[in-house]
């Protein structure tokens, strides 16, 4: 059972242009929602992270939406660069257990 | 200085034998992690060690045994390694799970890729 999923697999954006990842959740348990970027042959690397106390999270040019309703969080790249180009991965945890949950990963790709 | 470091970065070894990875990180946190990354990019959780002591223990086959000796170091040790094995393995540390703060992130090593034969 997968607890966090996360569309689309891949995304080819050209620069300059918004790229948007987006997750969903089943456990309402979960209280802490962060956002990894991992460079091929690197250790994933901590972006952004949101707690569901606020809708929205804005760090530089990387955005997180977060619908508490919904149960989703969504991560925005704004003027993309082809240095952003990476897989990024959504996760989850909890009060209690606290071990990432992750989501299954975007390939983004950033086309100069 | 590499602040979770691990090896070895590439493990090619045979069915069956038995294998190790070491894991050390300097940035004076109390909770370790290994993570395996399957060839699908898929991330999931193994163990956790707080201060040594075990508090998650993913459904992993017995044949991964985790050891602490202290609280900078988390060792993975595998026994009897099987094709479906094959995967990159991450360690990682935390200041404080439990916060959901800045004291929450995961500080991951650079990955040990494991082939098995």
């Known amino acids: 059972q997968q607890q966090v999923k996360q569309s689309p697999q891949s995304l080819i954006v050209q620069k300059g242009g918004i790229s948007i990842i987006n997750c969903a959740y089943e456990n309402t348990a979960f209280d802490y929602f962060p956002w990894y970027q991992q460079f091929p042959g690197k250790g994933p690397a901590l972006l952004i992270a949101i707690r569901p106390d606020v809708s929205e999270k804005k760090e530089g040019r990387f955005t997180i939406s977060f619908n508490k309703s919904a149960k989703q969080f969504s991560l925005h790249i704004m003027d993309s660069q082809p240095g952003d180009s990476a897989t990024y991965f959504c996760?989850?945890?909890?009060?209690?257990?606290?071990?990432?949950?992750f989501g299954s990963g975007t390939r983004l790709q950033v086309q100069p | 200085d590499t602040a979770v470091s691990q090896t070895p970065k590439y493990l090619v070894t045979q069915m069956g034998n038995d294998k190790s990875i070491k894991c050390e990180q300097n940035l004076g946190h109390d909770t370790m992690y290994w993570y395996k990354q399957d060839s699908k990019k898929f991330l999931k959780i193994m163990f956790s060690?707080?201060?040594?002591?075990?508090?998650i223990n993913e459904t992993v086959p017995n044949r991964f045994s985790p050891k602490s000796p202290d609280k900078a170091h988390l060792n993975l040790h595998i026994n009897s390694l099987e094709l479906g094995d094959s995967a990159v393995y991450f360690c990682?540390?935390?200041?404080?799970?439990?916060?959901?703060?800045?004291?929450?992130?995961?500080?991951f090593g650079s990955g040990t890729q494991l082939s098995v034969l």
């Open positions: 996760a989850a945890s909890r009060a209690g257990r606290r071990a990432l949950t």
């Open positions: 060690y707080n201060n040594k002591e075990l508090i």
């Open positions: 990682a540390s935390s200041q404080a799970p439990g916060t959901g703060g800045p004291n929450e992130k995961l500080f």
